[in-house]
């Protein structure tokens, strides 16, 4: 029997739309930047909601967050920590 490491998941709400007017991001794709509700996670019952188990080996990558307190409401925003080889 083989075992398989599983990893659980909170999963962030997404915001559409760009933190700022004219934001620097923009310019620069390969940075992934996301933005999402501060402190908003998917319920695991929720309509939509992504998996909150997942097998270890399908993690990619890892993210950094930060904080947008430029916005009225505040806001989240990550960017991938995946090395882009050229």
């Given at each position: 029997m083989t075992e398989r490491?599983?990893?659980?998941?909170?999963?962030?709400?997404?915001?559409?739309?760009?933190?700022v007017n004219d934001?620097?991001?923009?310019?620069?794709?390969?940075?992934?930047?996301?933005?999402?509700t501060i402190n908003e996670y998917w319920q695991p019952n929720e309509q939509g909601c992504p998996p909150i188990v997942l097998p270890f080996d399908q993690?990619?990558?890892?993210?950094?967050?930060?904080?947008?307190?430029?916005?009225n409401p505040h806001m989240w925003i990550t960017t991938s920590l995946d090395r882009h080889l050229s």
């Open positions: 490491l599983l990893a659980e998941f909170r999963w962030m709400k997404e915001v559409p739309i760009s933190p934001d620097p991001w923009s310019d620069f794709p390969e940075l992934d930047v996301v933005c999402f993690i990619v990558c890892q993210v950094a967050r930060g904080v947008v307190e430029s916005t």
